[in-house]
């Protein structure tokens, strides 16, 4: 529409301001709203339409940022009380790319801080809230992100995902979410959780939607070092191809015990249209998945103990007082870090000393070994695995607030694809008596995503899921 | 029951690459703080890593330097600390698999031929450089501390000896061979003055017949080699004191003071660190192979230990080898070109060593773009050979040269300093001696033989130095005969 001239780059940001202006008083996505430089990349990408520049197909979409990205001159937190202030001297790779690509960049999405969550309540601004329910959360810790795109307040969206902070907010606010191949997307500018799990992705209402924005922002970066020299998979090849002649696996592991009956009816539902599709339905059990949790929340704690030293006050971001440096640190970071943050940097501090490393951090690389390894025998017998992307639909604000453990157990479904570096998506298939949506998890093997992107858009297809949030808006 | 000491030397080298070990800011010495800074050097939120291929190249060149064997996988850790000229707070360094590991470096001893094990060379990067305002300049006094983070991220080599040095000396003389070593390889600018090699001691002392080791203490802050030598020494009496007094040496770090002549200890928390070592996430293995490794040995220049070798093979003794092999460059160059053209090694040697070296001094000129050819040092040691120049004239000679004057022949006729060896002129000198002096030309007669000495000393002085005391003390021996 925008190449055609019906509509504006400048009339779709200020209708999606509209939707930020009427929403946010309930969401809460947004931390930061970018009116001017969005308004400014907007008559840009006009401008340059109207002289044939065409910077392809993301010029002129408003999108948003889980403020984890660092943004040129646009306060970036993390969530953090640490980094409130703070406004990087640089644009992420990400970032970088989608403005090349002519994207609108609108605003900044709340986070658990520094990603460390599962709902967004672990906000130093404030949670955000599910517009499919605003007593629930969103999900997280892409949580804003998932909030904004879901009530229409973005197009699009980038998120992280350390164990499934792109995915299962996505399954709860019922988007398509997906954490690309480890490497395939630049960290550079990724405000680093845990380094070796991090990944990028987007948020979007479809499967061809996230194509696009993958296609955008992914590619060789010499600035990560772990960045994937290439070649990179064709994300359109599969789309449309159905999977008539595709080996599924439902792995087994994920069900039970902690699921909700309506996850789980969904899921088999489906399960059952793939097969109606001409796809083989194995039952594939890879035993390590029960100890995955376990060894991700030591590596994880433990990367981020270091990731998160830098934040000191000796050099940016929040500061308080002391009479020695030393006194000033402790302070400033006392102070800073909220409650689940501390208690994560005291997990990874402990599990990396002496005396304790073999038996925590030595043993969760093991296992984290042996689940590649349980991946890599599932994979010779099937092309993708299929799960629920969280055992429950969106749950009460409050709810888990109190209980670390229960959150944790939100991410139970989407880790094991961290731990193994491999692509997986969430794609929205229905939802519960509640109305609740419910998402199905494609998980493939590491640059497996044109397999991955072909069984998400046959699933997409015979989900029809159609249904939008029922957001009372406030008046403008 | 004597006492012998046990040193390892760890040695910190900046590597002089142009460009920061992780990032892409220039490594330069005295520039404005904190203008050689980015993202990565300055720890920002989001910012990674990514290795200098140069760096990895100069460690590999020590490493095979020191007949190190070269890790085909080897990993960066992170080093676990808070300090506040350490922006990440955990330092990129490596751990169980340094890049070089399990090579010797050998030493002259006394004329002796020591072999000191070298454990491990590892990479690292430097940290930021904290200035204490305040009276002392110590941490704990100061007032307010300056950060400059232009060294953080420069690329650091660190060589760890094996215990094998067994005196202060030896591990002074260890330090000045590595010096002299990454000089040598064009890896580092090893300014001692601007902290790019940089040294702690591990020291500790046993019985003279034990096998077993004793506690070791570490030294810290010794910023010259004198300084090295002088703290591991200090270190060895208060050691062995303390043991003679029944005492018992404390595993610990102590730090160097300059002034006082002592170590102290410092806070013990120091000393007993937990660095929660784990691998570095944001890098990937290095994974240097052979075709690389092989160029890398293929470029390295003549070693100083071979180098030495080679010189003492020309007929230079070990000092003076040693001396020359120190030298200069262009000096060592001068020093091939003389032989070359024909001049006695050794001869041309101390010149080079002596002379020239005292005349850069004294006008403080580049060695690099000394005046002299191999070809002229090669002619004035023929002249004086044939008997042409004196060696004290010879030396006039020399400045003349190197004024550019000219060649040494056209310098001698120039400066009149071609020696008298007409035996008609000197005879005349000769005869003009022996009659002023018939004290000293008796007491020859009479049998003491170091009269004649006197005399020729007479003759040089009639002649203004030009004549030969060779062909002086012949023809006076004749004339006395008479």
Redesign the interface.
């Known amino acids: 529409m925008l190449r055609s001239g019906e509509l504006t780059a400048v009339d779709l940001l200020a209708s999606v301001l509209d939707r930020a202006h009427r929403t946010e008083a309930q969401l809460h996505a947004y931390l930061t709203i970018d009116r001017e430089g969005a308004g400014r990349a907007a008559a840009q990408a006009d401008a340059d339409l109207a002289e044939g520049l065409d910077h392809g197909p993301l010029h002129g979409m408003p999108l948003a940022l889980k403020d984890?990205?660092?943004t040129r001159g646009l306060e970036?937190t993390?969530s953090s009380q640490i980094?409130s202030g703070?406004h990087?001297?640089?644009d992420?790779t990400v970032v970088s790319k989608l403005r090349q690509g002519g994207a609108v960049i609108v605003g900044k999405t709340n986070l658990d801080e520094f990603a460390m969550g599962s709902s967004t309540e672990n906000s130093a601004y404030g949670p955000s809230y599910n517009p499919w329910d605003i007593s629930r959360v969103p999900g997280g810790s892409s949580g804003g992100s998932a909030a904004a795109v879901a009530a229409g307040s973005a197009l699009g969206a980038l998120g992280s995902d350390t164990g499934g902070s792109i995915r299962q907010p996505a399954s709860l606010t019922g988007l398509v979410g997906l954490k690309p191949t480890y490497g395939t997307v630049s960290?550079?500018?990724?405000?680093?959780f845990?380094?070796?799990l991090d990944q990028i992705g987007p948020l979007t209402r479809t499967v061809e939607d996230a194509a696009v924005v993958l296609e955008t922002v992914w590619g060789h970066d010499?600035?990560?070092?772990?960045s994937h020299p290439g070649p990179y998979p064709d994300l359109r090849e599969g789309l449309g191809r159905g999977v008539d002649g595709l080996r599924i696996g439902v792995v087994e592991e994920l069900s039970g015990e902690g699921y909700e009956p309506a996850v789980e009816r969904s899921v088999a539902e489906m399960v059952k249209s793939l097969s109606g599709a001409g796809a083989e339905i194995v039952e594939v059990s890879l035993p390590t998945f029960d100890i995955a949790l376990s060894a991700y929340y030591l590596i994880a704690p433990?990367?981020a103990?270091?990731n998160l030293?830098?934040?000191?006050g000796?050099?940016?971001g929040h500061r308080s007082g002391g009479a020695t440096?030393?006194a000033l640190?402790a302070r400033t970071r006392a102070e800073g870090f909220g409650p689940e943050v501390t208690r994560r940097i005291l997990l990874g501090?402990y599990a990396?000393?002496?005396g304790y490393?073999e038996a925590f951090?030595g043993q969760a690389q093991k296992v984290r070994a042996a689940i590649q390894e349980d991946f890599d025998r599932a994979y010779q017998r099937v092309d993708v695995l299929v799960s629920p992307t969280s055992p429950t639909v969106a749950f009460p604000v409050g709810d888990r607030v109190d209980d670390p453990l229960a959150m944790y157990l939100s991410d139970i479904c989407t880790i094991p694809s961290n731990l193994a570096g491999h692509p997986a998506i969430s794609v929205p298939v229905g939802l519960d008596d509640t109305g609740l949506p419910i998402g199905f998890q494609v998980m493939a093997p590491a640059l497996g995503e044109t397999v991955m992107f072909r069984a998400a858009a046959e699933v997409e297809r015979l989900a029809g899921f159609e249904a939008r949030p029922r957001l009372a808006e406030v008046p403008a | 029951m004597s006492w012998q000491p046990v040193i390892g030397v760890e040695v910190h080298v900046e590597l002089s690459s142009d460009s920061k070990m992780f990032c892409g800011c220039a490594v330069e010495f005295g520039a404005p703080p904190n203008t050689r800074v980015c993202?990565v050097c300055?720890?920002?939120?989001?910012?990674?890593?990514?290795?200098n291929r140069k760096a990895i190249e100069d460690i590999i060149a020590i490493g095979l330097a020191l007949d190190c064997e070269v890790s085909g996988h080897s990993v960066f850790h992170?080093k676990?600390y808070?300090y506040?000229d350490l922006?990440?707070?955990?330092q990129i360094s490596q751990y169980d698999i340094p890049v070089c590991h399990d090579g010797h470096l050998d030493l002259t001893v006394d004329g002796e031929t020591r072999r000191i094990g070298i454990e491990r060379a590892h990479m690292e990067e430097d940290t930021g450089k904290s200035t204490h305002l305040g009276e002392t300049g110590r941490i704990h006094a100061a007032e307010s501390?300056l950060?400059d983070f232009n060294r953080s991220g420069v690329p650091l080599v660190e060589i760890v000896s094996r215990p094998d040095l067994r005196s202060a000396t030896e591990a002074r003389l260890y330090a000045q061979e590595l010096r002299d070593l990454v000089a040598e390889l064009g890896v580092s600018d090893a300014r001692m003055e601007e902290g790019s090699i940089r040294f702690d001691a591990n020291v500790s002392v046993r019985r003279e017949e034990s096998e077993e080791l004793g506690t070791k203490v570490e030294i810290k802050n010794m910023n010259s080699f004198r300084s090295l030598e002088r703290a591991i020494d200090h270190e060895i009496d208060r050691q062995i004191e303390l043991a003679e007094r029944g005492g018992v040496v404390t595993q610990e770090t102590r730090h160097w003071d300059e002034e006082a002549g002592v170590t102290h200890s410092m806070r013990a928390k120091e000393g007993s660190s937990?660095y929660?070592?784990?691998t570095e996430?944001?890098?990937?293995p290095m994974e240097p192979d052979a075709v690389w490794i092989d160029e890398i040995a293929a470029g390295l220049p003549e070693l100083p230990v071979a180098r030495r070798q080679r010189y003492v093979g020309d007929g230079l003794d070990e000092d003076l080898a040693g001396v020359l092999s120190a030298s200069p460059p262009q000096l060592r160059k001068v020093y091939a070109e003389a032989a070359e053209a024909g001049a006695s090694p050794r001869s041309a040697a101390n010149w080079l060593v002596g002379e020239v070296t005292g005349w850069l001094r004294r006008e403080g000129a580049d060695p690099d773009a000394l005046p002299l050819r191999g070809e002229q040092l090669a002619e004035l040691v023929t002249i004086i050979d044939e008997g042409v120049v004196s060696v004290s004239a010879a030396k006039e000679v020399l400045e003349g040269v190197l004024a550019g004057e000219g060649s040494p022949r056209a310098v001698a006729q120039k400066r009149d300093l071609v020696q008298i060896s007409e035996s008609a002129e000197l005879s005349a000198v000769v005869e003009k001696v022996v009659e002023d002096n018939p004290d000293a030309v008796a007491s020859f007669r009479g049998g003491e033989e170091k009269a004649i000495g006197f005399l020729v000393g007479q003759v040089m002085r009639e002649t203004g130095g030009r004549a030969d005391p060779r062909a002086v003390n012949e023809i006076l021996r004749q004339a006395l005969s008479r």
């Open positions: 984890n990205m660092c970036t993390a980094l703070y990087p001297p640089y992420a960290r550079y500018g990724l405000i680093a845990a380094s070796s010499p600035l990560d070092s772990t433990a990367e103990s270091a030293a830098r934040f000191d000796v050099r940016y440096v030393e640190m501090t990396l000393s002496a490393y951090y | 993202p300055l720890g920002l939120p989001g910012a990674l890593p990514v290795t992170r676990n808070f506040a922006p990440k707070n955990y501390t950060l937990d929660r070592y784990f996430p944001d890098l990937v």
